[in-house]
């Protein structure tokens, strides 16, 4: 029987494999590629490092559920991103009595798309950092989420359209109206 390295397999073909055996084996080679990261996503949301590894072990509980879900139409590192993010977001709405969430946007970069864009980000990075973390708070989470998939993970409209699942044009209104909704809680902050 011929043996496969597993570990160059690429993400996609290891999903599959995945699948195709229930093999929580190969699951941890998926686990071993991504832990940190979804940790990474955890711990913005949650501020707290018990609760990012909590929120870390559950999405991969549900991940390994859900991967038979993973239909290959976008690259698997933003099918867990945006499953990631749809679970945190999840918890912080179930949440939101009991935990205040607390976000760090990184202002160092504006890519410009275009002109409206480029006023709309060029007002929104001009806000002071921690006023920005409290007017984030007043807005709900599916915006946030938008907001820091484009601005601090620097995903493209594309990504975020595929991760989503949703059109680009979509995408785009609703970042506008996120990036519309953030300014105007901060301005009455």
Same mark, same amino acid.
């Given at each position: 029987m011929e043996s496969i390295d597993v570990t160059k397999l690429n993400d996609e073909?290891?999903?599959? $494999?995945?699948?195709? $055996? %229930?093999?929580?084996?190969?699951?941890?080679?998926?686990?071993?590629?991504?832990?940190?990261?979804?940790y990474n996503k955890c711990y913005g949301f949650s501020k707290n490092k018990e609760e990012a590894q909590d929120l870390t072990h559950d999405i991969f509980i549900h991940l390994f559920i859900k991967l038979r879900t993973f239909k290959g139409r976008s690259k698997f590192s933003t099918w867990l991103y945006s499953f990631t993010y749809n679970f945190c977001v999840n918890y912080v709405q179930r949440d939101k009595e009991k935990k205040k969430e607390k976000v760090?946007?990184?202002?160092?970069?504006i890519k410009e798309e275009s002109s409206?864009?480029?006023? %709309?980000?060029?007002?929104?990075?001009?806000?002071?950092?921690?006023?920005?973390?409290?007017?984030?708070?007043?807005?709900?989470?599916?915006?946030?989420?938008?907001?820091?998939?484009?601005?601090?993970?620097?995903?493209?409209? $594309?990504?975020?359209?595929?991760?989503?699942?949703?059109g680009e044009s979509a995408v785009k209104m609703r970042l506008k109206r996120a990036k519309e909704k953030v300014i105007k809680a901060y301005n009455e902050l």
């Open positions: 073909d290891l999903v599959r $494999k995945i699948v195709e $055996k %229930n093999d929580t084996h190969l699951f941890a080679v998926l686990y071993d590629r991504y832990a940190s990261v979804v760090t946007v990184v202002t160092d970069e409206i864009d480029a006023i %709309n980000d060029a007002t929104l990075f001009e806000l002071k950092s921690d006023k920005l973390v409290k007017a984030l708070e007043m807005i709900s989470p599916v915006e946030k989420m938008i907001l820091l998939m484009k601005y601090q993970d620097d995903m493209s409209v $594309k990504d975020i359209s595929e991760g989503l699942e949703l």
